[in-house]
């Protein structure tokens, strides 16, 4: 893991840390004075004002914080410390167990699987994982999973579907895994019958975008009756960068700061457009500066959720989660009829 990772936006509260780090040291130092009694000096502690310092530290994150651009929300949704699946999992889940392979294939590290509490509920958690340092990093792609990882997710929904018990995802990829391999062994074919398949599971199913939902690696597993978004995650069909190469040929600051603004793709932009339910506050400063804060606050609302939607009927939690997804994107159609004449240009 890297050991220092510095944000531009985040630079004053930087500076502050630094100040309270050397206050903090200081304090601990006795300072001697003169007018002891005999060979023994009268000792004073350093005056150090720890407390002003923390206070502004606070001011600095809510200013840095406050009206976050849509690139520097994806610049902090891949900060290196910031929270992922096995790290929820470690903090909100008792009595895991984790499942690997999807019968067909093998295993695939990035994404993980397995039955455990989360409350007082058995549920099935599947997540995408990107790894820490650089051994699980390249071990799980970069978070980017693979065909096996799809076909893995799919076959423990249908056991926890078996066992009747709901389903909890958590998002974060920044897309599918693009390489030839995967392409070779059905990439686009396992997120299409996850897709179809999750539509019509027999269980509740909640699913948070913790970090990165780009594009169809994220849509995999995030068909679900209640979808929300960590506060500082993005959700989007495709990367800012990715965006900016297509568009302009090139991606710098410059053209990756249009195409973020461009795409809506932060959690405040998907909430007004419909695509997700809720979004969920992450504590000052995001989610890399407190796992255990984020991970309460998440807990909380996937418990509020599942409560929920245990006292439905299936057969609505199907219609409507059927419904939600069918209804994304819906545009009308102008007829012709529809256009006043005076509209159409004269001769």
């Known amino acids: 893991m890297s050991s220092f990772y510095q944000l531009e936006f985040e630079k004053p509260v930087t500076k502050i840390d630094h100040l309270i780090e050397q206050a903090k040291n200081a304090s601990e130092q006795e300072v001697p004075a003169l007018g002891g009694v005999g060979d023994q000096p009268e000792i004073h502690t ?9 206070k502004d530290r606070e001011k600095a994150l809510k200013k840095a914080y406050k009206k976050l651009s849509p690139w520097n929300t994806v610049r902090v ?26 019968r067909r ?36 792609h970069f978070g980017c ?11 423990k929904m249908k056991k926890a579907e078996k066992f009747g018990l709901p389903i909890v995802t ?34 509740p199913i909640v699913s ?30 495709i990367s800012p960068e990715g965006c900016a190469a297509i568009l302009w040929k090139q991606a710098n600051e410059q053209t990756n700061t249009a195409a973020a603004e ?9 909430k007004a457009l419909g695509i997700v339910d809720d979004v969920i506050e992450e504590p000052l400063g995001a989610a890399h500066r407190s796992h255990e804060e984020a991970a309460s606050k998440l807990e909380n609302w996937i418990t509020h959720q599942l409560d929920a939607l245990a006292a439905r009927p299936i057969e609505e939690l199907l219609c409507e989660r059927y419904d939600r997804f069918r209804n994304l994107g819906s545009f009308d159609t102008c007829t012709d009829s529809a256009v006043p004449e005076s509209n159409y240009p004269t001769e």
């Open 105 to 140: 294939y093998g295993d695939d590290p990035a994404m993980v699987t397995g039955f455990g509490r989360i409350g007082g509920r058995k549920c099935l958690i599947v997540g995408h994982q990107k790894g820490k340092d650089t051994q699980e990093k390249l071990a799980c």
């Open 46 to 54: 350093k005056p150090v004002s720890i407390s002003k310092l923390l």
């Open 262 to 270: 461009s795409l809506k793709l932060t959690a405040k932009d998907n």
């Open 145 to 155: 999973a693979h065909p096996e990882g799809y076909r893995k997710a799919l076959e």
């Open 170 to 203: 958590l998002v974060d990829t920044p897309g599918a895994y693009p390489g030839l391999g995967a392409e070779e062994r059905g990439q686009a074919e396992a997120i299409a019958v996850n897709l179809r398949e999750m539509s019509r599971l027999r269980v």
């Open 208 to 237: 948070i975008v913790i970090g990165e939902g780009g594009s169809g690696g994220a849509l995999g597993i995030a068909v679900a009756d209640r979808v929300a978004m960590l506060e500082y995650s993005w959700y989007s069909v």
């Open 77 to 102: 949704a891949r900060h290196p410390n910031r929270p992922q699946t096995r790290d929820y999992i470690s903090h909100m889940c008792r009595d895991f167990c984790e499942l690997h392979g999807d």
